[in-house]
Nanobody, 120 residues
């Protein structure tokens, strides 16, 4: 069974920084892409950033220049460094991992989410 555990959310003032972490554990053959989505109240879940196994990254336009996604493959962990935070960044942040399991299929797995609140 695969498990993703997020940490690092919390309350921060506008202009501040937070670093989210997400550790993946379980029976894993290979982790492909990893990344972060977020969902604000009343909104759909949206991609924040993703990173491939080779290190290529993709960012939502709304966070470009303020957010950096990275991963430590030895630790099966993905990070999200968020700087210059804005009140509109307030949301529940979910990490995901696209994983090849022992039977050969790639599947997406999700964390339970961590709340980020940015006060003005």
């Amino acid at each position: 069974q695969v498990r993703l555990v997020e940490s690092g959310g919390g309350l921060v003032q506008a202009g501040g920084s937070l670093r989210l972490s997400c550790a993946t554990s379980g029976i894993i053959v290979r982790i492909n892409a990893m990344g972060w989505y977020r969902q604000a109240p009343g909104n759909q879940r949206e991609l924040v950033a993703s990173i491939t196994s080779g290190g290529s990254t993709n960012y939502a336009e709304s966070v470009k220049g303020r957010v950096t996604v990275s991963r430590d493959n030895a630790k099966n962990t993905v990070y999200l460094q968020m700087n210059s935070l804005k009140p509109e960044d307030t949301a529940v942040y979910y990490c995901y991992s696209n994983i090849k399991g022992p039977i050969g299929y790639d599947m997406d797995y999700w964390g339970k989410g961590t709340l980020v609140t940015v006060s003005s």
